[in-house]
């Protein structure tokens, strides 16, 4: 999803921000996670991937707050000159959320092997 928001925020040119260095985040968490902390080699590993996981779904969160507050003050219409709908964005930060927290549910309730 992080992929998916990055190309049609880059395709609406509304800009993308820090969002590559999310995606970078994602994959280094899932090496640690399937490396297992790169062989014992990093001590706590499991709550750095869990504060991971809060920090992005509350970041995101917010983004959805903005967004919906952003939707009230366009009251149903489009952006200017934008096929990259308030609305579809609310929807992809939203789903990116449910993720982050199904993600920090998992971390939590798995054993790391």
């Known amino acids: 999803m992080c ?3 990055i190309t049609r925020l880059a395709l609406v040119h509304l800009g993308i921000g820090l969002l590559p260095f999310t995606f ?3 994959v280094v ?9 790169l062989r014992g080699r990093l001590m706590g590993w499991r709550v ?3 504060g991971l ?5 509350v970041t995101n969160g917010i983004k959805v ?6 939707l009230d003050g366009l009251r149903g219409r489009q ?4 096929k990259y709908m308030v609305v579809d964005e609310l929807t992809d930060v939203g789903v990116v959320v449910g993720v982050y927290i199904a ?7 798995l054993d790391p092997y």
Do not use: C
């Open 3 to 5: 992929v998916l928001e």
């Open 24 to 26: 970078v985040s994602l």
């Open 29 to 37: 968490a899932a090496a640690v996670r399937l490396s297992v902390g």
């Open 48 to 50: 750095v991937n869990l």
């Open 53 to 57: 996981w809060i920090v992005l779904a």
């Open 65 to 70: 707050a903005e967004e919906v507050r952003e």
């Open 79 to 82: 952006r200017k000159r934008s």
């Open 103 to 109: 993600l920090r549910i998992l971390e939590a309730s």
